[in-house]
């Protein structure tokens, strides 16, 4: 037997997915390993294909924010967001202030429910279940302040061509500042509780490295690349709504492992609590709706910094009241390609957490299953007891 | 079905949820009932990791060419009874996604619906009460 052939023999493949009821945009991975040993990865997507960018043409510009806030349900402010900030450069009008702001409250408002979300999930993948109930419980008071603006927890229907929707009211000020007092509390305690905790540490630390070159080459964005030291951010490179008009920092870790994805995303809050309240303080009066006539012949595009990274609309309009063509590019698209170099050579037990780190497929829970010469050897459920079985271990060398 | 097996489905039902081609929001909102605010376990409802230990499917997003034969495949496996709970406008009647070349359909084209519960995304207590209904009736 020549050596190639015993080496492919003694390897494994792992299928996760394709559906799982987290995951954004049901994706398929098939990890390739070598024992305890990941090699390689492949990944297959478009099994949540709904034609968005088919029936975008067939509504009018009012109606298309309905659609694309249905791209995903997490990120149900980023896409309008971007489609409008598209039609708006098309007809090349800009929307009132105080609508400007209510659009970035709403926007940062959505960051921290989405990276609560995360944290919960990853919490849940090292066997912390606690972290997990913790984050959720604290994220419901980010969807009330949602269902007090908007009128549901999620998809808002904030956005529409030319400002919002709806107005954020003198008495909702309080409430909101209310929640984000709590919110930033707990974020502090989460944090404190997930860089002091020598067992969560040692689990993240030093697990699923994308190196700085590595997220460049991958066209990374978002947390996935600020956590590896590119210190990119739409919201400062290319301002629009209030995001030049208050003041906030980038979070940026050069490491790149989860433990820095994790503090990225966990600062983040903290910088969007900072945002929020910044922009209800310079909340300034006037229209919310900028009047649009005529959205004439030309071509628009519309980019925003949805939690996981940069989001991408552009616009072609032939002067008529629907697009000719509207093309999306989510964030995760890029972020999960770089999973493939992220998971390289590490542990099966690391691996369900370091696809989870870029934050599209937190949580594959239960479709995942290995198979040996056909048959079925491995279920998620264990892979998953795989995970928590290392987290014991080292709860047992911590001594807690 | 013995009346002891319709007791223990009746006090406590395990759900299993399939998601086709979702927005992740109503999925998200079925996690939620899990989480302290809701905490559906209460009631000795379970979401549990395989089909066949369902007693209920809870289905979510529409359904498109590709994920109908993988929906169609859960159902088989569970043990029957099992309930369907339709989640979400999606499921209902493929909400606006209708004209969409790779949307198949409602589900009710296709499996045999219990409950539907309407919204996008219905709110928890909007899927609690569905359940509980769904659960009345057997
Ligand atoms: S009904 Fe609405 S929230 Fe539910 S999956 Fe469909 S689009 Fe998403």
């Known amino acids: ?400 | 079905m013995s009346k002891l097996g319709l007791w223990g489905l009746k006090k406590s039902p395990w759900v299993y949820h399939v998601a086709a081609a979702s927005c992740n929001n109503c999925d998200i909102e079925i996690l939620e009932l899990l989480t302290p605010r809701y905490d559906i376990e209460r009631f000795g409802m379970v979401l549990v990791g395989s089909p066949r230990h369902a007693d209920a499917l809870l289905v979510t997003g529409v359904l498109n060419r590709k994920s109908l034969p993988r929906v169609m495949e859960v159902y088989e496996q569970t043990s029957k009874p099992c309930l369907v709970v339709c989640i979400g406008t999606c499921t209902c009647n493929t909400n606006i996604f209708r004209n969409s070349y790779n949307a198949v359909g409602p589900y009710d084209k296709y499996l045999p619906v219990d409950v539907y519960i309407p919204g996008c995304p219905p709110k928890p207590e909007a899927m609690i009460t569905g359940i509980v209904k769904a659960l009345s009736k057997l």
């Open chain 1, 1 to 400: 037997m020549s050596e190639e052939q015993k080496s492919t023999k003694s390897r494994r493949i792992v299928p996760i997915g394709p559906y799982h009821p987290l995951q954004e945009e049901p994706e398929f991975f098939k990890l390739i390993v070598e024992g305890e040993k990941v090699v390689d990865l492949e990944i297959n997507l478009g099994y949540n294909h709904r034609g968005h960018e088919f029936i975008s043409p067939e509504l009018t510009y009012d109606q298309v924010p309905f659609l694309v806030e249905r791209i995903c349900g997490i990120c149900s402010n980023s896409h309008p967001f971007a489609t409008v900030l598209a039609i708006e450069d098309c007809a090349g009008i800009k929307p009132p202030a105080r609508a400007d702001y209510i659009r970035t409250v709403i926007q940062e408002l959505e960051r921290i429910h989405s990276h609560l979300l995360w944290l919960g999930l990853a919490g849940h993948f090292v066997g912390y279940n606690t972290v997990w109930m913790w984050a959720w419980k604290y994220r419901e008071y980010v969807l009330q302040v949602f269902e007090m603006i908007t009128g549901n927890r999620n998809h808002y229907a904030m956005n529409k061509p030319g400002g919002v929707r709806r107005d954020i009211t003198r008495e909702q000020i309080p409430e909101i500042e209310k929640a984000m007092d709590v919110v930033e509390k707990k974020v502090w305690m989460l944090t404190n509780a997930v860089l002091d905790d020598p067992v969560m540490r040692a689990r993240l630390e030093g697990v699923g490295i994308l190196t700085k070159e590595q997220a460049i080459a991958y066209a990374t964005t978002g947390p996935t690349s600020r956590a590896s030291g590119v210190p990119w951010d739409v919201r400062r490179d290319e301002p629009h709504a209030a995001y030049d008009l208050v003041p906030w920092d980038v979070i940026v870790f050069p490491e790149g492992d989860v433990l820095a994805k994790t503090k990225v995303r966990l600062l983040e809050m903290i910088e969007s609590v900072r945002i929020i309240r910044e922009c209800l303080k310079a909340l300034p009066d006037g229209p919310i709706q900028a009047r649009i006539d005529e959205i004439p012949p030309g071509e628009g595009i519309g980019r925003t910094e949805a939690p996981r990274g940069e989001v991408f609309h552009y616009i072609r309009s032939d002067g008529s009241n629907r697009p000719l063509r509207h093309k999306i590019r989510a964030p995760s698209f890029m972020n999960i390609a770089s999973n493939v170099v992220a998971v390289r050579g590490g542990s099966i037990a690391d691996a369900a957490l370091t696809l989870a780190a870029v934050d599209p497929c937190y949580c594959c829970t239960e479709r995942m299953a290995a198979f040996e010469d056909g048959k079925q050897k491995f279920t998620w459920q264990e892979l998953l007891r795989l995970s928590w079985q290392k987290t014991e271990r080292l709860k047992e060398k911590y001594g807690k």
